[in-house]
């Protein structure tokens, strides 16, 4: 790493922001991070109470390759930095009940044997149906991220590439035909489908509207594996953080960015809303990209002012509950899904024009404590829910022990009576300890974030690859992105990935392509809490 003078100034302190910084700096960049709360992380942020310590974001460590990638660039490893941890199940799945009582649970283990095996016991056929599925979404992987991924964009060529032409027919299928679509061809047993259609959920969209080229997705938790980074996704925070500090990084909290300051067509650096200037040569914002085109930037300089908002998606809105829980729950794998038998009149809910808060929903529960002793006190359990719902920070803000707003805290009501009712566990009500939940408004008021939503710009077609927004502003040299709802989409790979393409750009690298690794250095083991 070699000093060269030049400055830069990231806005924001999630995981595209830092990650952002510690790659400047290790090309030599001067770097100050700006966060606006008191403690960087972002969307994947922490919380504790009681001793119960919950993630309040993040929670599937999907991609490896992705963050080994990030931390060769840095001349480490995950290995070095993170303890992880395989998953056994993958995940559970119920099924919702009929009439009344626990519904079926099905264990879906990692590995195309197992996933074949467990396919072909519910659905004569279905094994050897989902090898061939698999070996398509494999082959989409591969291509995604040796073609896609890696590539700003800021020219055409790599669409011109040879392995992409041999596609292009198959290419064209998949991103005009719905993934719920191309399941439902090949497999009969809603489980199954459910299973495969997940997949579009966490890239913010309905299975019913993302493209079938997200059957990549797949790949990951059938054929690759799941993993936990011990510590939680705090530990993956903490990583980056800390690498970034020892390359030099200048991080500060409690500096909320009041407006990007352009000069003469230049982004010359932030004012804080406390008054305070930082200039800089360059400017990277990992805030929602809404707020810092339509807030941060005069109309003038908005390369996606507010108009342009009017005709996208974002991802769905999110409930989260954090229950920290007496007793055990070996009802709950790590991760355990619930599906409701009417998907599709569950996505309606979420994304249709009379959208509301689903009930029963299809949902998400994380028991981290199942691999985690350091989350939750001896005797207890910690429980992470995710109720995908409109984004619509009208529908309230959440709080502890029951005091967010009321249409709130009767959707966590329902989804920890459904929890009960449908996994068997009928005192679930009566052993909560600790409850706090978050909703839209807290998301649209804490994060800034456009309509409240999750994730960021969901994966439809026309919000996917080139017709993303970019990784720098059009209007204001020297103004650059990164982050969930930028080049090259969602979720913490896609994050490391945006922040490598600020890299590309600045270096004038314009290849489809990761950055070449340098060679592998010596380092010193991870400081004592890490991971």
Known sequence: M??????????????????????LAEEGYEVVLLEGRPEVGGRAGSWERDGFRFDTGPSWYLMPEVFDHFFRLLGT????????????????????????????ALDVVSGRESAMALFESIEPGAGA?????????????????????????????????????????????????????????????TRLRQILGYAGVFLGGSPYDLPSLYH?????????????PRGGFTALIAAIERLARERGVRVETDAEVDRIEVTSGRATGAVTTDGRHFTADLVVSTADLHHTETRLLPEASQTYPEKWWRRKTPSYGALLVLLGVRGELPQLAHHTLLFT?????????????????????SLYVCRPSATDDTVAPEGHENLFVLVPIPAKPGL???????????????????AIAQIASWCGIPDLQERIVVRRTIAPGDFASDLHVWRGNALGLAHTLGQSALFR????????????????????????????????????????????GPL??????????????TA
Request: include cysteine.
């Open 129 to 189: 149906r989902l090898e061939t599925y698999l070996d398509s979404a494999g082959d989409a992987y591969d291509l995604a991220v040796s073609r896609f991924l890696y590539d700003s964009y800021e020219s055409l060529a790599g669409l011109r590439d040879p392995a992409v032409l041999r596609r292009i027919g198959r290419l064209a299928s998949l991103l005009t035909v719905p993934l719920a679509s191309r399941i439902e061809k090949r497999f009969t047993d």
């Open 396 to 414: 309230g803000r959440g709080g502890t022990d029951g005091t967010g707003d009321d249409t709130i805290e009767r959707a966590a009501d329902a």
């Open 469 to 512: 927004p970019r990784n720098a502003s059009a209007k204001v040299e020297g103004l650059y992105y990164a982050g969930s709802s930028v080049l090259p989409g969602i979720g913490l790979p896609m994050c490391l990935i945006s922040a490598e393409l600020v890299l590309k750009r600045l270096r004038g690298d314009r290849s489809a």
């Open 516 to 529: 070449p690794e340098p060679l592998p250095r010596e380092r010193s083991a991870p400081q004592t809490g």
């Open 2 to 23: 070699t000093r060269h003078g030049r400055t830069s100034l990231v806005i924001g302190g999630g995981i595209a922001g830092l990650s952002t910084a510690a790659l």
């Open 216 to 228: 990549l997705m797949s790949h990951l938790d059938l054929d690759d594996g799941v993993r936990y």
């Open 77 to 104: 490893t995950s290995e070095a930095e993170l303890d992880l941890v395989p998953l056994t199940p993958a995940y559970r799945v119920y099924s919702e009940p009929e009439p009344v009582g626990p519904g079926g």
């Open 341 to 361: 038998e009417d998907w599709r009149a569950n996505f309606a809910d979420i994304f249709g024009p009379d959208a509301r808060i689903p009930d029963p929903a």
